[in-house]
């Protein structure tokens, strides 16, 4: 049973006096098997967020089934929510509130201990600001609370968006630490980002999203491989006669700086054809792409989103 | 559901708005208490006494005709009217006397009612603000999303979002009336009487004060509702004032007859016991015209808010869980 199945979500907003629409999301599909920390990468507007408030029943689908942690959503939501937290853009508080009131709330709408409050902030570092008020909290702070108000239910699966939002190095470095915690005690959690980087190096699964659709999911090495299995990068003292022996034996050749990129091989099949013909590799490997290129050649082709 | 109400319960407690107001509210009613112990009396024979001095006075000034006045009255008169035709027969001492004195005395049966329609007043003014801007708030701040996903069934949030500030204001208007009551008969017994008090005075105030605590939750519950489908404080308050000023006020003069449907008629009515109203007359006979009227009874009033609040609360319902939580994000 996958923690999040999302398949063939639909959602066109309409709003405003004139009722203008605009599709959000147009036939999504994503599965997050129980334990991952999956990636949910996307460009701005692409329907990320709106895909994690659907999964929360905040905004309800034109189509398409959902369910969490295997009940179906909307409809059995209440089972499953404590055990779900969930921060959904910039995480909101009462600002004339402390944190730990605003906490409180809602830790006594799910019956929670208050210590789970403390304990909370203890682990978004935030303990010693609790009682201020929010008004006076950083965007960084506000961010904290956030995770911290997620995780005080002990979740099983937890649906962040953009966690790293606002928060300093040491934050990103103390968020990443958490989920690698969280995920080693098998916690399930799907986050939204646009820190590809970061993602590269939380998740263990990824699903790219562009125009409210999913255009590549797999685990990270698989969505990389996918792009780059057959690219080499070599450096030889004389590429014009390396040129002409690949393309010869089938292979796309491209110049980049002082490195030729090869297409459509993998490493030892270049090394052996140079190698017949003499011809010996200064340096040779695979070309490690990162998520970076995969997510722009996927998403580029068309940012704009046409109207439904 | 319970800990649904009392998270509510808490949060609504906690504002400063609300312990603002009810600090505010319990000065008001101190100062007006004291006013009122002050202003009693009951030196009854200087009261009278000054009353007798008073209209001994304005009697002596009224029996004087003005000089002028009855020499015009003279100039006009007929052949062989009486010789007294033309004096002037002003009040008497004790005729004046009559209307000037008055006791002194702060008296419980007299003021206890009037206490307890004025704090009921306050009380249902407070809670339809309170009640707005409990609501309004929670938009305004946009954490109406992150609460439910604590708790997504929409109908529950809403049913604990309206129960919890009808209950503590209904609580804070028994405080009050209450107070007020014990305020009231402590100046009646201190500085005035409380000697006309019957049991049939005592009966009817406490019915009176109980059709106003519905009174209480019947105007919070409504802030709560037009505040739950605006989606905002200020844009209730000012469509509820809007309403009763433009539409209550204007219509009043246009169409008298539709009095019986507005709101401060009927609330009058739950409060009163009873409230005649007074149509136009439509004629009648010689100098004499027929006033008509007919009398609002609390029962009415009661059913007619009650249903105005359940369609309110019926819209808010009808919003909250059709429209999208899409606000309260950074977007
Ligand atoms: N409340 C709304 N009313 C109308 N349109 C909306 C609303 N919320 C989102 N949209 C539109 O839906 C599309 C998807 O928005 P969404 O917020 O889900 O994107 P996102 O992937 O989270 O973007 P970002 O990376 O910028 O956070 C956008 O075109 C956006 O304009
Ligand atoms: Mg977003």
């Known amino acids: 049973m996958a923690a999040v199945e999302v398949a063939g979500l639909r959602k066109v907003y309409r709003g405003g006096l004139r009722r203008r629409e605009r599709r959000a999301l147009d036939g999504l599909d994503l599965v997050v098997a129980p334990g991952e920390v999956h990636g949910f990468l996307g460009p701005n507007g692409s329907g990320k967020t709106t895909t994690l408030r659907i999964l929360l029943g905040l905004v309800r689908p034109d189509a398409g089934e959902v369910r969490l942690l295997g009940r179906p959503v909307p409809a059995e939501l209440a089972g499953a929510v404590p055990e779900i937290g969930s921060v959904v853009e910039a995480p909101r508080f009462f600002p004339s509130f402390s944190g730990r009131r605003n906490l409180d709330l809602l830790a006594r709408v799910a019956g929670l201990e208050p210590a789970r409050v403390d304990e909370a902030l203890e682990i978004v570092g935030l303990a010693d600001r609790a009682r201020d008020r929010v008004k006076g909290y950083s965007l960084g702070m506000r961010q904290r609370l956030g995770i911290a108000q997620a995780l005080m239910k002990r979740p099983r699966l937890l649906l962040l968006d953009e966690p790293t939002n606002g928060l300093d190095p040491a934050g990103i470095r103390e968020v990443r630490r958490l989920m690698a915690h969280l995920a080693s005690t098998g916690v399930t959690v799907l986050l939204s980002s646009h820190m590809l980087s970061e993602v590269q190096q939380i998740c263990t699964s990824v699903t790219i999203v562009a125009q409210g659709r999913a255009v590549r999911t797999g685990t990270v090495d698989a969505v990389l491989a996918g792009d780059t299995a057959a690219r080499v990068r070599l450096r030889v003292a004389d590429p014009a006669a390396a040129t002409a022996v690949l393309t010869e034996g089938g292979l796309t050749v491209a110049h980049q700086d002082d490195w030729l990129m090869v297409s459509g091989a993998v490493p030892s099949e270049v090394n052996r054809l140079l190698g017949e013909r003499g011809i010996w590799a200064d340096e040779l490997g695979p070309d490690h792409a990162d998520l970076e290129d995969v997510f722009l050649s996927l998403t580029q082709a068309s940012q704009e989103i046409p109207p439904a | ?331």
Not at chain 2, 61 to 70: D, I, L, N, T
Not at chain 2, 173 to 188: M, R
């Open chain 2, 1 to 331: 559901m319970i800990r649904l109400f009392g998270a509510e319960v808490r949060r609504l407690t906690a504002r400063r708005m609300f312990r603002y107001l009810l600090l505010v509210g319990l000065a008001v009613l101190v100062f007006l208490g004291v006013l009122q112990a002050i202003h009693s009396s009951r030196d009854i024979p200087a009261a009278q006494a000054r009353a007798r001095r008073q209209a001994q006075a304005d009697a002596a000034r009224f029996s004087v005709a003005p000089p002028e006045a009855v020499a015009r009255c003279k100039t006009g008169l007929p052949a062989g009217a009486p010789p007294d035709a033309c004096t002037f027969h002003g009040p008497t001492a004790d005729e004046l006397y009559q209307q000037i004195y008055q006791d002194q005395r702060y008296s419980f049966a007299q003021h206890a009612p009037n206490v307890v329609v004025g704090l009921v007043v306050a009380v249902s003014l407070l809670g339809f603000v309170i009640g707005t801007s409990f609501i309004g708030a929670e938009w305004a701040s946009g954490t109406m999303a992150s609460l439910l996903t604590w708790e997504p069934r929409r109908i529950r949030v809403l049913l604990a979002k309206l129960a919890a500030p009808i209950v503590v204001l209904v609580v804070v208007g028994a405080v009050a009336v209450a107070l007020g009551l014990a305020g009231s008969w402590l100046i009646a017994a201190i500085r005035g009487t409380t000697a006309d008090t019957t049991s049939h005075a005592v009966n009817l105030m406490i019915a009176r004060g109980a059709r106003g605590l519905l009174l209480i939750g019947l105007l919070t519950g409504a802030g709560c509702a037009i505040a739950g489908f605006t989606r905002h404080t200020v844009a209730a308050v000012v469509a509820t004032v809007a309403y009763l000023v433009i539409v209550e006020n204007i219509l009043r003069h246009l169409e008298p007859g539709w009095e019986r449907w507005f709101l401060t008629s009927n609330a009058a009515a739950v409060l009163t016991g009873k409230f005649r109203l007074f149509l136009p007359p439509t004629g009648g006979f010689g100098s004499a015209t027929l006033q008509r009227s007919f009398v609002l009874h609390a029962s009415r009033g009661l059913i007619y808010l009650t249903a105005l609040l359940a369609a309110l609360v019926g819209i808010w319902a009808f919003t909250f869980t059709q429209r999208d939580i899409d606000e309260g994000g950074g977007r």
